[in-house]
């Protein structure tokens, strides 16, 4: 089974500073996605950002942008410029597609809170 | 705009009641998903359906069962509910062979409290 580990359970940061969210994962698979959702006081949960397992590149969206080391494991998430915005539950997830099947898998999340 | 609508924000339930929790999508998608979300554990996945009339349990699907009889809708059923089962539940939807390129849409969420 797959397993997503997130060992941050709470960070700070200070407003326009940047700050970089861990993530590690397990799996036997080659081929995969990984994801980072965001969830504000609103409970909502947003797409953050997503990398494709083949893809070598790593994803950005504007001020987000991750660093993928497939041989590690690893997904780490980057936010530049932090904005007070930011402050909520980011939750890195894992969605493997072999079979049809498209569960994720979340890690226990991290609370990031940015101070003006 | 895709939309996921729980029907309630907050519910207070006693020991031993049945609760339906209700998910409602207008996007068509043919999957749909119960978690439930605790304080440093995550959230973990109850029962999905990627069909109506169709489900599969999730990893922690004991106390609690899914009706989709509708394509648009999804029901989470505590059957006797459980102070344990105190907790977030959320309710998400995708394309089938969408997820992996779109991610999930969400709902905002029901805060369930049995007392």
């Known amino acids: 089974a797959q397993t997503v580990t997130q060992s941050q359970p709470e960070m700070s940061v200070q407003e326009a500073e940047t700050v970089t969210l861990s993530c590690t994962y397990d799996?036997?698979?080659?081929?995969?996605?990984l994801f980072w959702y965001k969830q504000p006081p609103s409970r909502q949960m947003i797409l953050v950002i997503r990398?494709?397992?083949?893809?070598?590149q790593n994803a950005t969206e504007n001020r987000f942008s991750v660093n993928f080391q497939k041989a590690a494991k690893s997904f780490s998430l980057k936010i530049s410029d932090s904005q007070l915005g930011d402050t909520a539950m980011y939750f890195c997830?894992?969605?493997?597609?072999?079979?049809?099947?498209?569960?994720?898998?979340f890690g226990k999340g991290m609370k990031l809170t940015v101070n003006p | 705009d895709v939309k996921v609508t729980q029907s309630s924000r907050y519910l207070v339930k006693r020991t031993g009641e049945k609760v339906f929790l209700e998910c409602v999508q207008d996007?068509?998608?043919?999957?749909m998903f119960w978690y439930r979300q605790d304080p440093g554990l995550g959230l973990r996945l109850i029962y999905f359906?990627?069909?109506?009339?169709?489900?599969e349990k999730g990893d922690i699907p004991e106390g609690y069962s899914v009706s989709r009889e509708k394509k648009e809708r999804f029901s989470l059923i505590l059957e006797s509910a459980s102070t344990n089962q105190t907790s977030m539940y959320l309710c998400?939807?995708?394309?089938?062979?969408?997820?992996?390129?779109?991610?999930?849409?969400f709902g905002s969420g029901t805060r369930l409290t049995v007392v």
């Open positions: 998400a939807s995708s394309f089938y062979s969408g997820g992996a390129k779109d991610g999930y849409t």
């Open positions: 799996t036997s698979e080659s081929n995969y996605y």
């Open positions: 990398q494709e397992a083949y893809k070598q």
């Open positions: 997830a894992f969605m493997n597609t072999q079979g049809g099947s498209e569960k994720l898998v």
């Open positions: 996007m068509d998608h043919e999957n």
């Open positions: 359906s990627y069909d109506v009339k169709m489900k």
